[in-house]
């Protein structure tokens, strides 16, 4: 063994053995390898422990080359907010997207549907931009969403709902290029968008660590 790899070592073992009582030696070891972060406050801090419903909003042209997009947009962000809310209960999005099929203009008028439900809050998706494709090149697979944000309390004290409009959402997946030719393309890029997108929504709901 090499010199320099003996003096290494000696040094690694004296630092343990000199270090303070315990394992503490361990925690600047596990402060000194992970990145600094901060804490990110709600936007809307009023979920837990609620009923509540999803209601997403898209255009006519979106809905026909997506049929699905409300009850899956929906889905998502509700199966997300279930894991990071405490006691949350969401209307399962089947039954909302069933009543918004058969009741036109209810996806416009979030407070009717939460009272048909008997919810206490509702969370209002508005979809402005939504796609699987790549804008520039058709054939290629690049999901984009971009939605406005609303959440609706329905049991304010003053006995009136209120809107609570929130920051905007727009992710991009994969960011930094299209994916081709691949026959899994279409089915991993919207899931990865749909995750992408339920994660910048449900963030709005609770506070979280964010690497700086």
């Known amino acids: 063994m090499s010199s320099t790899r003996v003096i290494l070592y000696g040094g690694i073992l004296a630092a343990l053995l000199t270090g303070s009582a315990g394992c503490n030696w361990i925690i600047p070891l596990a402060v000194l390898g992970q990145p600094p972060t901060q804490k990110v406050a709600a936007e809307f801090d009023k979920l837990a422990g609620t009923k509540a ?36 209960h969401f209307i399962p999005p089947r039954q909302v997207e069933d009543y918004v099929e058969s009741h036109a203009g209810a996806s ?56 609570y409009a929130l920051a905007d959402v727009f992710v991009v997946y994969p960011e930094n290029r299209p994916i081709g030719f691949d026959a899994n393309a279409p089915t991993v890029v919207r899931q990865k968008t749909y995750e992408a997108f339920a994660d910048a929504v449900g963030r709005k709901f609770y506070a979280y660590e964010k690497e700086i």
């Open 108 to 163: 416009h008028d979030p407070v009717a549907v939460g009272r048909h439900f008997g919810v206490d809050r509702v969370i209002h998706v508005v979809l402005l931009e939504f796609t699987m494709r790549d804008r520039e090149m058709a054939q290629f697979h690049r999901g984009r969403v971009r939605a406005s944000v609303a959440a609706y309390d329905l049991r304010d004290p003053s006995g009136t709902p209120q809107r």
């Open 53 to 88: 419903l999803i209601l997403v909003w898209a255009e006519e042209d979106t809905r026909f080359d997506y049929p699905n997009v409300r009850l899956e947009v929906g889905a998502y962000v509700a199966h997300h907010l279930e894991a990071h809310v405490e006691g949350v």
